[in-house]
């Protein structure tokens, strides 16, 4: 489950996940977040509850077509992760149909590219 629009998990959740206040075996749910009072709440995380990085795969190829909206819950999720120190990363996944230069010669992936650099920039 992803940040589908009214179908995936909220970002609220993902920031809680990331803090350690979310039970293994919590089922997501996308009409509504965890609250404190839930059976399935956290309330005193230890440090193997909490993530220690956050790793976001994206689909180079479709970057184009995201919304507005999801672009804003992922800028989110990375600002919260900033701010409780998680490291992040993002894999980007089939460059090679996102960026004409990376297709006609893979190695042109370790250059700048004016394609992927103004995909990226819209999630950063």
Known sequence: MGLE???GVK???IILAMKGHVKDGYKFNPQSS???HDHDYNKVPT???KVQ???SVI???RMEFLSDDLIKQMKAVRLAASDVGIP???ILTKIDEACTEVKE???NVYKTSPTLFRLISRIL
Do not use: F
């Open 5 to 7: 629009k009214d179908r």
């Open 11 to 13: 970002v609220e959740d």
């Open 34 to 36: 965890l609250s404190e």
């Open 47 to 49: 440090l193997n509850d």
């Open 53 to 55: 990085v956050l790793v």
């Open 59 to 61: 689909d180079a190829s």
């Open 88 to 90: 992040q990363m993002a």
């Open 105 to 107: 010669n893979i190695r």
